[in-house]
């Protein structure tokens, strides 16, 4: 994922190019997301990520487990569940402006709609998502938590809070990329999330 405004730019930029060299269709600013997709897919067919995917036979819970300790995420100790109900319009937005070149994460982002629509919100257990659903989620945990649809596990308070404590650490230089960087605490003190810095090396050859 891009690190900062431009890295977005730059990315911007070179679909811009590629389209311009590569493409006589419609304008670029009048193509959605899926078709910029495929049509970069298509002349591009080297960038796309081809995995099978088997969408969830299961029907979904009131809740769904985004990211925690039981999927092995690293620097998580904490646990963030999300209400269904609360993002399914946030989620058919996302899966109508977003495009993966992995074929099984864009099956599921078109999928998860339906799934999410679909479920039982009488049913208070907690529903764990597969590799490829957890894909399109977990890098909208924040966005979950400060829109009120999402609640985090404490296990130091052996309780659930609807708020984190950002503690941040500013910009970290990781070779020629800027990064940010911040912990996660929950409101009595207690570290749920840490980031830590990588470092990014670039080989010029």
Sequence with gaps: MPSNSQDYIGIRN???LLYRLYSRQK??????PQEVGEHLSKKFPITVQKEPYEPP????????LVNGPVYADEGFFGTIIVEVSKIVDWMTQHAN???SSNTAEQKAREYLPR???GADTTDETITL???HQREVLQGDCLRFLWSDWAKVWCPTCKAWHPRI????FGWVQTGRITLKFDDWHCPEGHLLNTERPLDIRWIVR
Excluded: Y
Excluded at 27 to 32: R, S
Excluded at 165 to 168: R, V
């Design 14 to 16: 070179l679909i811009n």
């Design 27 to 32: 304008p670029l600013a009048e193509m959605t």
């Design 57 to 64: 036979k299961h029907r979904c819970s009131r809740w769904i």
């Design 97 to 99: 402006g977003v495009f």
């Design 115 to 117: 799934w999410l629509e």
């Design 129 to 131: 998502l597969d590799k």
């Design 165 to 168: 404590q950002e503690h941040d």
